[in-house]
C-alpha cells in the first residue's frame, strides 16, 4: 500500500498564491519515481476534475485548461513529494485538492483521468475569497 499525504490548505484571498505538497510513503511503497502523480480537485456539488499531472520523472506535465499558466506541477523525487503551486487564485479554484498515484510503466506519460491511479490522498482544502 502506499499512503498520499496532502498539505494542509488553506485560505487565501483572489491573487494569491498557494503551494500545496503531497508526500508518499508505506509498508510496500517502492520508489517514489516509479509513479506518475496528478492532482485532482473536487468544489461542493461537483464531480472530481482534473487540475495537473506529471510523469515518473517530471519529463511530461499537462494541465486542465482551468488552470494552465497558473499552476505548477512538480515533484521531487528524493523526497517522495510532488508539488502544486498555484498562482494568481481564483474564487473558483475553491475546492478540495487530491493527490493521486499510479505506478506506471511509462517515463513520459502524465495522465488526466482519474481511472488509471490506484492511490489516493485524504484531500486538502483550498479555499479562495473574493
Known amino acids: 500500500q502506499v499512503q498520499l499525504v496532502e498539505s494542509a490548505g488553506g485560505l487565501v484571498q483572489a491573487g494569491d498564491s498557494l503551494r500545496l505538497s503531497c508526500a508518499a510513503s508505506?509498508?510496500?511503497?517502492?520508489?517514489?519515481?516509479?509513479?506518475?502523480m496528478g492532482w485532482f480537485r473536487q468544489a461542493p456539488g461537483k464531480e472530481r476534475e482534473f487540475v495537473a499531472a506529471?510523469?515518473?520523472?517530471?519529463?511530461?506535465?499537462t494541465y486542465a485548461d482551468s488552470v494552465r499558466g497558473r499552476f505548477t506541477i512538480s515533484r521531487d523525487n528524493a523526497k517522495n513529494t510532488v508539488y502544486l503551486q498555484m498562482n494568481s487564485l481564483k474564487p473558483e479554484d475553491t475546492a478540495a485538492y487530491f493527490c493521486?498515484?499510479?505506478?506506471?510503466?511509462?517515463?513520459?506519460?502524465?495522465?488526466?483521468?482519474?481511472?488509471?491511479?490506484?492511490?489516493w490522498g485524504q484531500g486538502t482544502q483550498v479555499t479562495v475569497s473574493s
Open positions: 506529471i510523469s515518473r520523472r517530471g519529463y511530461t506535465t
Open positions: 508505506g509498508r510496500t511503497f517502492s520508489s517514489f519515481s516509479s509513479y506518475a
Open positions: 493521486a498515484a499510479n505506478q506506471a510503466s511509462s517515463l513520459y506519460s502524465a495522465y488526466s483521468t482519474q481511472d488509471p491511479y490506484e492511490y
